[in-house]
């Protein structure tokens, strides 16, 4: 029988809204987030680093399996660094675009009209590199080291990244979620520890004033919702 493991308890901090403020700060932030949309053409402009450690923090506030947090943020703001994580990425997505992606994801890709080449890598003032923490490590008393297991981590760290995304675009600065495939070339540049993984790399800044989008809309609630009565 396993040893039992008492933990302690506070009391739940819950605020009781109005049915009116709680629709009305619904529809607040429906209409903020509305207005998100993935930036392919940054402005140099600096970002505040306050504003950055305010939405990493908000990130962290994601639930995650047994409260393990299992993610790692490296924030990238040196020129040199983002150039070579540039080089690195156009590398494996100029492979992609030439002989890894079917067919079928590149005409998917065409009315984006994204290629193998990218330069906001370098011109975004902020990566935001996002790693999976596979396993915890720590002391085991007698001077080496063990694994601590971490449960449900592709979920919790998709939930912290989304936590991130609409923290940073509710602050007024744009985003990229950007994956290239692999992504090893980031724990070689970032020099990071084995038990960590790449998991998104995000640029953040202030959208170019010419920056443009794809005429592009999102499902309606009807046809990515079922309600069950």
Same mark, same amino acid.
């Given at each position: 029988m396993s040893e039992r493991i008492d933990h302690s308890f506070s009391a739940l901090e819950f605020e009781q809204l109005s049915p009116e403020e709680q629709l009305s700060r619904a529809r607040e932030f429906e209409s903020r987030m509305r207005t998100r949309r993935t930036v392919r053409k940054f402005s140099p402009r600096q970002v505040p680093r306050e504003l950055i450690e305010t939405a990493l923090r908000i990130a962290s506030r994601a639930p995650s399996g047994a409260n393990q947090q299992p993610w790692r943020f490296v924030v990238v703001l040196d020129p040199e660094i983002k150039r070579q994580i540039r080089v690195a990425a156009e590398a494996e997505? !100029?492979?992609?675009?030439?002989?890894?992606?079917?067919?079928?994801?590149?005409?998917?890709?065409?009315?984006?009209?994204?290629?193998?080449? !990218?330069?906001?890598?370098?011109?975004?003032?902020?990566?935001?590199?996002?790693?999976?923490?596979?396993?915890?490590?720590?002391?085991?008393?007698?001077?080496?080291?063990? !694994?601590? !297991?971490?449960?449900?981590?592709?979920?919790?760290?998709?939930?912290?990244?989304?936590?991130?995304?609409?923290?940073?675009?509710?602050?007024?600065?744009a985003t990229l979620t950007h994956t290239p495939s692999p992504m090893g070339f980031l724990s070689q540049v970032l020099q990071r520890p084995a038990n960590e993984k790449p998991y998104l790399l995000l640029p953040v800044g202030f959208p170019a004033d010419d920056a443009e989008v794809p005429d592009i809309t999102k499902r309606s609630l009807s046809e990515t919702a079922v309600f069950v009565e």
């Open positions: 997505e !100029k492979h992609n675009y030439e002989q890894r992606f079917p067919q079928e994801w590149l005409d998917a890709l065409a009315a984006l009209a994204t290629d193998w080449h !990218k330069d906001f890598l370098e011109i975004a003032p902020c990566l935001i590199a996002v790693f999976r923490v596979d396993y915890g490590i720590e002391p085991d008393g007698e001077g080496n080291q063990r !694994k601590i !297991k971490h449960y449900y981590v592709q979920e919790s760290v998709g939930i912290a990244c989304g936590f991130l995304i609409a923290a940073l675009h509710w602050m007024g600065l």
